[in-house]
């Protein structure tokens, strides 16, 4: 089992306050104002988090060979985060993801399971 540290760094936090920030602005913009359901708008931020956290690691994962070069001391390469346990995390965090999109609404589900498809295409290898 991977240290927290780890797992916290294999996320790439750098890269998190833009789909916080995207899915806040777009709640505001959507409702008018601040959503009734202020749990539900939590929800979708952390599942936006969770599924940034989830496509960081299939791009980490698909980069492994370059970063062994370039990016050395992130987990993959530097050992500390087998490929096992970096797809097991992918799919925890998307799993998550998921899990709370489809509590917050079908429309967000929606846009959830439409970036899945996108973010492994960009980090996949064709």
């Excluded at 009734?36 to 060979?65: F, K, P, Y």
């Amino acid at each position: 089992m991977a240290e927290p540290s780890v797992v916290f760094r294999f996320l790439r936090p750098a890269t998190l306050p833009a789909p916080m920030a995207g899915v806040l602005g777009g709640g505001v913009a959507a409702a008018g104002g601040w959503p009734g359901d202020s749990l539900r708008m939590v929800a979708a931020i952390v599942s936006a988090i969770l599924l940034t956290g989830a496509s960081n690691g299939i791009n980490q994962i698909a980069d492994v060979e370059t970063d062994r070069i370039n990016r050395p001391e992130r987990p993959i390469p530097s050992g500390r985060l087998g490929i096992g346990q970096a797809w097991a995390w992918v799919a925890a965090l998307t799993a998550g993801s998921f899990a709370l999109a489809a509590w917050v609404n079908l429309p967000y589900l929606i846009c959830v399971g439409v970036t899945l498809p996108l973010t492994m295409a960009y980090s996949l290898p064709p």
